[in-house]
T-cell receptor
Framework: AQSVTQLDSQVPVFEEAPVELRCNYS??????LFWYVQYPNQGLQLLLK??????LVESINGFEAEFNKSQTSFHLRKPSVHISDTAEYFC????????????????FGKGTHLIIQP | EAGVAQSPRYKIIEKRQSVAFWCNPI?????LYWYQQILGQGPKLLIQ????????DSQLPKDRFSAERLKGVDSTLKIQPAKLEDSAVYLC????????????FGPGTRLTVT
């Protein structure tokens, strides 16, 4: 079984400041890693993912995350946040090797509420 | 491309009543998921379908929850009878049969049990 821990339930940060949202996972098998974002009154959207290759992955809106296998972490970072980044951020994993076609069910963390202060 | 559709968006019922949620996935997506998101928590997988067959329902409370995906397209999730602890947002998601491992989520149905 897999589990995901997001240590911070809420992170307040000033606009244009850097931010890091922490994510650690536990699994007996290898996993793929994801960050999903939920803006106010909207559905969950994929922000970025790590499947293989470079351990540093980026999103189109300036977020990046680095897969660290030894630390079993996938922290999300942004060098300068904007008020529009206010949202709930969820880290999630899928186990590798699912053979049923499509994708396995996601295991989510509890989420981190990013609050941008002007 | 139309997204995942869900209805109703909101539902309020009394405990011991029954309720049903409907989901229409993105056209061509073979895999469909139902998640339960309780306030303050991340979504939890309830059931996963591959076409019209169940792949994983290990976390579905089968004494009160049921789900079906007839003809491998849209799906219905039912709760009967509802309990107070079933108050949550019920999310439907779908994914294509490729190597992207991406899931596309609908807007959810917010259920309040009183």
């Amino acid at each position: 079984a897999q589990s995901v821990t997001q240590l911070d339930s809420q992170v307040p940060v000033f606009e244009e400041a850097p931010v890091e949202l922490r994510c650690n996972y536990s699994s007996s098998v290898s996993v793929y890693l994801f960050w999903y974002v939920q803006y106010p009154n909207q559905g969950l959207q994929l922000l970025l993912k790590y499947l293989s290759g470079s351990t540093l992955v980026e999103s189109i809106n300036g977020f990046e995350a680095e897969f660290n296998k030894s630390q079993t972490s996938f922290h999300l970072r942004k060098p300068s946040v904007h008020i529009s980044d206010t949202a709930e951020y969820f880290c999630a994993v899928i186990r590798l090797g699912y053979s049923g076609g499509g994708a396995d069910g996601l295991t989510f963390g509890k989420g981190t509420h990013l609050i941008i202060q002007p | 491309e139309a997204g995942v559709a869900q209805s109703p968006r909101y539902k309020i019922i009394e405990k011991r009543q029954s309720v049903a949620f409907w989901c229409n996935p993105i056209s061509g997506h073979a895999t469909l998921y139902w998640y339960q998101q309780i306030l303050g928590q991340g979504p939890k997988l309830l059931i996963q379908f591959q076409n019209n067959g169940v792949v994983d329902d290990s976390q579905l409370p089968k004494d009160r929850f049921s789900a079906e995906r007839l003809k491998g397209v849209d799906s219905t999730l039912k709760i009967q009878p509802a309990k107070l602890e079933d108050s949550a947002v019920y999310l439907c998601a779908s994914s294509p049969r490729d190597n992207s491992y991406e899931q596309y989520f609908g807007p959810g149905t917010r259920l309040t049990v009183t």
